[in-house]
């Protein structure tokens, strides 16, 4: 402990506020529920992508919690047009700000509704006219902001308001889409997953696409409290728990190729994950689809560490075990 | 809002474009994080009162003089204990729920070691000679040099008696060399002296000085003795024509070299003396040598109020060099063959609670055997010798005082270390000098005690997500072929290792600077100062915007944030 020489008294926490050792470029005030990973998540991609950038925001959760009239929580240029045109409005951007010569990144900002959905055509439309964009879509797996509505991100078999588990189905029937394949399927030089669980790795994803000039994106998992029906305080271990058992592998491609992944020493079984959320609760009823439909989901998380190669046989610094390891000062890795 | 704001008109309508920090999302809070130091296990579980986390973490800094000081302030003598205590405080450690506890002794012991290499100056509390009043100590063995250290960094004038011409107690008279080199304690010792402890030397109670004379002469008198007489021992009121005391062998062999040799030895009794004393004869070439004792092995499964009180890694040099243990056994009978001893007939032993819950020792019928031997030695502990404290101990065979060492009826008259009969180990005597020395200043003082309760963090409040499996440093040991009785059996870890075991810190309780809390918080509700905040991290939480959410304390690996309701 200190002696009372070393302490000092802090009372001027704005002058705190101003001196912070980062960039934050959503700043406090929005009115994102208690706990939530997107703000988490846009926070640090601003971060690591720093104040020299313009965002283009898809509507949803986002948007809304930010920028509640006449307040905005950006720091940075920021714009809003409608759901399912971030993409072209920041392609539009980028064109303007080569026109002029100009050198700031253009982002993009999305949720699942907005990027796997709603905006799907014009994401495929600035990727393969090679825009100079990062797409970043921040995965909650569902149309939170209108009030839980299944989206083709929602893993199969959670419930949402509109994929209610009952006589007919046990929640979703359809799988979650395999979207950072479709985008690295364009080709594009680099395209990517990271979780707010692992902020280093995230961060490290966002600097290295600011830095390709081209087309980018970074899928972001993101759990949302309210629409997976969770504590708050329990954000960052069910996205930690969603990584560790493999339903959401964390991937590199560049050019169409898997090129680097985040290893599971030792894969978490799936219903470690299940069981901390609301809308998987119908799985662990005495209904005999429950078993069959855990089983489902353990047998697509182990397709995905198939897939990817996830799976290690050794400890690794940055599989999914270490790659958070504290000690005095900060990470390990 | 400034005068420089500027109303902006669109189609809809006029806006005030302005941050989103104007609102104070602080409001919705129900519950709120605070920061909160609980004590680590070591440094619950440590008899001298040391907090390893602490002195660890100034390790994890590469600051060994730090850490060095901060060790200090509850024991004078790291380098001693760090040899020989039976560290309680990684049998505590809840890094052992992870992988294995935190070597803290070895840690402790390098860090003494530094200490002696650079010749660190131990940090004082008030000016040398600044207070008038005067301490007399009885015993310059663990408890009397820790009390005599506390009270001169405080200020006092200290004397401190001794039967002995040398200084140490046990530490010189029962501890072979083989655990702890007489240059380690030199070294300790004069260091000490050096504060400016008075020492008189050859000055035993009730022959050369009497306690009335010392309570006279000074303000105040520790009383620790140590335990200087045998136990009675016999087995049904039959003893052995050649009784020799356990602890008084060693005395003689450490102050002589010589050690009876029969061809078979059985020694009754569990702790150190047992052991040490069965090691020592097979080294000098007793072929056979076992060890009776009440208590339980060293295990996993074993009741911590059941075991050998030994250093654990002794039980297991002991088992490596062929001493024989017999646990939860005792001697029932003597055998004779007209005056010399061929053997014991032993049975096992359990202590179960009996009625009103103290433990009663039950030996089975029917689980007698006979164990061959020509000697029988007891080692099964030593009591005060009363000469000069008669009236004080009042045929008690030990002191009873409070925690403190304040004997009833009595203010100015002190006592602990093994004099308590509750004690046994060396770092237990030195928590009994430093709480006494506190106790003696306070009274001094007309103050109350210090409340030195706190509430201990255990496994369950930690993340352990944030740590991984990493391997114990162990230290080099000499090979049962290569052991005498003069070479310190285990060695000391490289610097490198004790900074790679120092990291293996979990810091339970206390702020790891890792940043988790200021990396996770959804609201930057979370700040980070280069200064310490006023809490002793280098975090403060802006209550104006934090929602409540509870992540950075279900996040913070060491338990050091938590959340309570708001008022």
Same mark, same amino acid.
């Given at each position: 402990?200190?002696?009372?020489?070393?302490?000092?008294?802090?009372?001027?926490?704005?002058?705190?506020?101003?001196?912070?050792?980062?960039?934050?470029?959503?700043?406090?005030?929005?009115?994102?529920?208690?706990?939530?990973?997107?703000?988490?998540?846009?926070?640090?991609?601003?971060?690591?992508?720093?104040?020299?950038?313009?965002?283009?925001?898809?509507?949803?959760?986002?948007?809304?919690?930010?920028?509640?009239?006449?307040?905005?929580?950006?720091?940075?240029?920021?714009?809003?047009?409608?759901?399912?045109?971030?993409?072209?409005? =920041?392609?539009? +951007? /980028?064109? $303007?700000?080569? @026109?002029?010569?100009?050198?700031?990144?253009?982002?993009?900002?999305?949720?699942? #509704?907005?990027?796997?959905?709603?905006?799907?055509?014009?994401?495929?439309?600035?990727?393969?006219?090679?825009?100079?964009?990062?797409?970043?879509?921040?995965?909650?797996?569902?149309?939170?902001?209108?009030?839980?509505?299944?989206?083709?991100?929602?893993?199969?078999?959670?419930?949402?308001?509109?994929?209610?588990?009952?006589?007919?189905?046990?929640?979703?029937?359809?799988?979650?889409?395999?979207?950072?394949?479709?985008?690295?399927?364009?080709?594009?030089?680099?395209?990517?997953?990271?979780?707010?669980?692992?902020?280093?790795?995230?961060?490290?994803?966002?600097?290295?696409?600011?830095?390709?000039?081209?087309?980018?994106?970074?899928?972001?998992?993101?759990?949302?409290?309210?629409?997976?029906?969770?504590?708050? =305080?329990?954000? +960052? /271990?069910? $996205?930690?728990? @969603?990584?560790?058992?493999?339903?959401?592998?964390?991937?590199?491609?560049?050019? #169409?190729?898997?090129?680097?992944?985040?290893?599971?020493?030792?894969?978490?079984?799936?219903?470690?994950?299940?069981?901390?959320?609301?809308?998987?609760?119908?799985?662990?009823?005495?209904?005999?689809?429950?078993?069959?439909?855990?089983?489902?989901?353990?047998?697509?998380?182990?397709?995905?560490?198939?897939?990817?190669?996830?799976?290690?046989?050794?400890?690794?610094?940055?599989?999914?075990?270490?790659?958070?390891?504290?000690?005095?000062?900060?990470?390990?890795? | 809002?400034?005068?420089?704001?500027?109303?902006?008109?669109?189609?809809?309508?006029?806006?005030?474009?302005?941050?989103?920090?104007?609102?104070?999302?602080?409001?919705?809070?129900?519950?709120?994080?605070?920061?909160?130091?609980?004590?680590?296990?070591?440094?619950?579980?440590?008899?001298?009162?040391?907090?390893?986390?602490?002195?660890?973490?100034?390790?994890?800094?590469?600051?060994?003089?730090?850490?060095?000081?901060?060790?200090?302030?509850?024991?004078?003598?790291?380098?001693?204990?760090?040899?020989?205590?039976?560290?309680?405080?990684?049998?505590?450690?809840?890094?052992?729920?992870?992988?294995?506890?935190?070597?803290?002794?070895?840690?402790?012991?390098?860090?003494?070691?530094?200490?002696?290499?650079?010749?660190?100056?131990?940090?004082?509390?008030?000016?040398?000679?600044?207070?008038?009043?005067?301490?007399?100590?009885?015993?310059?063995?663990?408890?009397?040099?820790?009390?005599?250290?506390?009270?001169?960094?405080?200020?006092?004038?200290?004397?401190?008696?001794?039967?002995?011409?040398?200084?140490?107690?046990?530490?010189?008279?029962?501890?072979?060399?083989?655990?702890?080199?007489?240059?380690?304690?030199?070294?300790?010792?004069?260091?000490?002296?050096?504060?400016?402890?008075?020492?008189?030397?050859?000055?035993?109670?009730?022959?050369?000085?009497?306690?009335?004379?010392?309570?006279?002469?000074?303000?105040?008198?520790?009383?620790?003795?140590?335990?200087?007489?045998?136990?009675?021992?016999?087995?049904?009121?039959?003893?052995?024509?050649?009784?020799?005391?356990?602890?008084?062998?060693?005395?003689?062999?450490?102050?002589?070299?010589?050690?009876?040799?029969?061809?078979?030895?059985?020694?009754?009794?569990?702790?150190?003396?047992?052991?040490?004393?069965?090691?020592?004869?097979?080294?000098?070439?007793?072929?056979?040598?076992?060890?009776?004792?009440?208590?339980?092995?060293?295990?996993?499964?074993?009741?911590?109020?059941?075991?050998?009180?030994?250093?654990?890694?002794?039980?297991?040099?002991?088992?490596?060099?062929?001493?024989?243990?017999?646990?939860?056994?005792?001697?029932?009978?003597?055998?004779?063959?007209?005056?010399?001893?061929?053997?014991?007939?032993?049975?096992?032993?359990?202590?179960?609670?009996?009625?009103?819950?103290?433990?009663?020792?039950?030996?089975?019928?029917?689980?007698?055997?006979?164990?061959?031997?020509?000697?029988?030695?007891?080692?099964?502990?030593?009591?005060?010798?009363?000469?000069?404290?008669?009236?004080?101990?009042?045929?008690?065979?030990?002191?009873?005082?409070?925690?403190?060492?304040?004997?009833?009826?009595?203010?100015?008259?002190?006592?602990?270390?093994?004099?308590?009969?509750?004690?046994?180990?060396?770092?237990?005597?030195?928590?009994?000098?430093?709480?006494?020395?506190?106790?003696?200043?306070?009274?001094?003082?007309?103050?109350?005690?210090?409340?030195?309760?706190?509430?201990?963090?255990?496994?369950?409040?930690?993340?352990?997500?944030?740590?991984?499996?990493?391997?114990?440093?162990?230290?080099?040991?000499?090979?049962?072929?290569?052991?005498?009785?003069?070479?310190?059996?285990?060695?000391?870890?490289?610097?490198?290792?004790?900074?790679?075991?120092?990291?293996?810190?979990?810091?339970?309780?206390?702020?790891?600077?890792?940043?988790?809390?200021?990396?996770?918080?959804?609201?930057?509700?979370?700040?980070?100062?280069?200064?310490?905040?006023?809490?002793?991290?280098?975090?403060?939480?802006?209550?104006?915007?934090?929602?409540?959410?509870?992540?950075?304390?279900?996040?913070?690996?060491?338990?050091?944030?938590?959340?309570?309701?708001?008022?």
């Amino acid at each position: 402990m200190t002696t009372p020489s070393e302490t000092i008294e802090i009372k001027d926490i704005e002058r705190l506020r101003a001196i912070e050792p980062r960039f934050r470029g959503l700043e406090s005030g929005h009115r994102a529920c208690q706990g939530c990973g997107e703000a988490l998540g846009a926070r640090l991609v601003l971060q690591a992508a720093g104040p020299d950038v313009v965002v283009a925001n898809a509507t949803g959760c986002l948007e809304v919690f930010s920028t509640p009239w006449p307040q905005s929580a950006w720091r940075v240029p920021w714009i809003h047009s409608v759901f399912e045109n971030a993409a072209a409005v =920041a392609s539009g +951007i /980028e064109a $303007a700000l080569k @026109a002029q010569g100009r050198q700031s990144k253009v982002l993009a900002f999305g949720g699942d #509704g907005g990027t796997f959905d709603i905006g799907f055509q014009a994401v495929s439309g600035m990727l393969e006219r090679n825009h100079n964009v990062l797409y970043v879509c921040f995965d909650n797996e569902a149309y939170m902001n209108t009030g839980i509505q299944r989206s083709s991100s929602t893993p199969h078999a959670a419930r949402t308001t509109t994929s209610p588990p009952g006589k007919a189905r046990m929640g979703k029937r359809h799988l979650k889409k395999d979207l950072v394949s479709i985008i690295a399927a364009h080709h594009v030089p680099y395209a990517a997953s990271t979780s707010v669980a692992y902020p280093a790795d995230l961060r490290k994803k966002v600097r290295r696409a600011i830095d390709i000039e081209g087309p980018t994106f970074l899928l972001v998992h993101c759990p949302c409290p309210l629409g997976w029906g969770h504590d708050g =305080a329990l954000t +960052i /271990e069910i $996205a930690r728990l @969603a990584v560790q058992t493999g339903l959401f592998p964390i991937i590199e491609l560049e050019r #169409g190729e898997v090129t680097e992944v985040m290893p599971l020493h030792k894969p978490r079984p799936v219903v470690d994950y299940l069981k901390t959320q609301g809308r998987f609760r119908h799985l662990f009823s005495d209904d005999p689809r429950a078993l069959e439909e855990r089983e489902h989901l353990q047998a697509l998380a182990d397709h995905n560490i198939s897939t990817y190669g996830l799976a290690i046989d050794h400890a690794d610094p940055l599989d999914s075990e270490e790659a958070d390891t504290v000690r005095r000062g900060g990470l390990v890795s | 809002m400034s005068a420089a704001k500027k109303h902006v008109m669109t189609r809809g309508a006029w806006a005030e474009p302005g941050s989103s920090l104007a609102f104070k999302t602080g409001t919705w809070r129900v519950e709120a994080p605070f920061h909160q130091h609980r004590c680590a296990p070591c440094h619950d579980a440590c008899p001298a009162g040391e907090d390893a986390q602490a002195w660890i973490a100034k390790i994890q800094e590469h600051r060994l003089q730090e850490a060095w000081e901060e060790l200090v302030a509850a024991n004078p003598l790291p380098a001693i204990t760090g040899r020989v205590c039976p560290h309680p405080c990684e049998t505590s450690c809840n890094r052992g729920s992870l992988d294995t506890a935190i070597a803290i002794h070895d840690l402790e012991r390098f860090v003494g070691d530094a200490a002696i290499e650079h010749s660190w100056a131990y940090p004082w509390l008030a000016k040398k000679g600044s207070r008038k009043e005067r301490i007399a100590i009885v015993g310059a063995g663990p408890a009397g040099l820790s009390c005599a250290y506390q009270l001169i960094r405080r200020g006092f004038a200290v004397s401190v008696l001794d039967a002995l011409p040398e200084a140490g107690g046990l530490l010189r008279s029962a501890i072979p060399m083989t655990r702890l080199p007489r240059d380690v304690v030199d070294a300790e010792l004069k260091r000490l002296f050096a504060l400016g402890i008075e020492f008189r030397p050859r000055q035993q109670l009730g022959r050369d000085v009497a306690l009335e004379d010392l309570e006279a002469e000074y303000d105040a008198v520790f009383l620790a003795p140590g335990c200087q007489q045998s136990h009675g021992w016999d087995v049904d009121g039959a003893t052995p024509p050649d009784l020799h005391e356990g602890l008084h062998m060693i005395r003689e062999w450490i102050d002589l070299g010589s050690i009876p040799k029969p061809a078979s030895v059985v020694i009754h009794g569990g702790g150190n003396t047992a052991v040490d004393l069965a090691r020592i004869m097979k080294r000098a070439g007793v072929a056979e040598v076992s060890i009776i004792t009440a208590s339980g092995l060293p295990g996993p499964d074993t009741d911590p109020d059941d075991v050998l009180n030994v250093v654990p890694r002794e039980f297991d040099e002991a088992v490596e060099e062929g001493i024989v243990f017999y646990p939860h056994h005792t001697i029932k009978r003597l055998i004779m063959r007209g005056s010399q001893t061929t053997g014991v007939e032993i049975a096992r032993l359990k202590k179960i609670p009996g009625a009103g819950g103290k433990k009663k020792r039950i030996a089975f019928e029917g689980t007698e055997r006979v164990v061959h031997a020509d000697m029988v030695i007891p080692a099964i502990g030593e009591i005060v010798d009363p000469a000069g404290l008669e009236e004080l101990l009042d045929h008690q065979p030990y002191f009873h005082p409070d925690e403190w060492g304040r004997l009833q009826g009595r203010t100015t008259v002190l006592a602990g270390g093994d004099a308590r009969g509750d004690r046994g180990t060396v770092s237990a005597a030195i928590g009994d000098g430093r709480k006494a020395a506190i106790a003696i200043a306070a009274m001094l003082d007309k103050r109350s005690l210090p409340d030195e309760s706190r509430e201990r963090i255990d496994v369950e409040a930690l993340n352990l997500n944030y740590f991984t499996p990493a391997a114990r440093a162990e230290p080099p040991k000499l090979k049962v072929a290569e052991r005498t009785d003069q070479a310190e059996i285990i060695g000391s870890l490289s610097e490198g290792e004790v900074f790679g075991e120092a990291d293996r810190c979990l810091s339970c309780g206390n702020c790891l600077a890792c940043d988790n809390c200021w990396n996770y918080c959804p609201d930057n509700a979370v700040l980070k100062t280069v200064e310490l905040a006023s809490d002793g991290s280098h975090y403060v939480f802006d209550f104006e915007y934090c929602k409540g959410c509870g992540i950075c304390a279900k996040e913070c690996p060491t338990g050091y944030i938590r959340m309570r309701p708001e008022e």
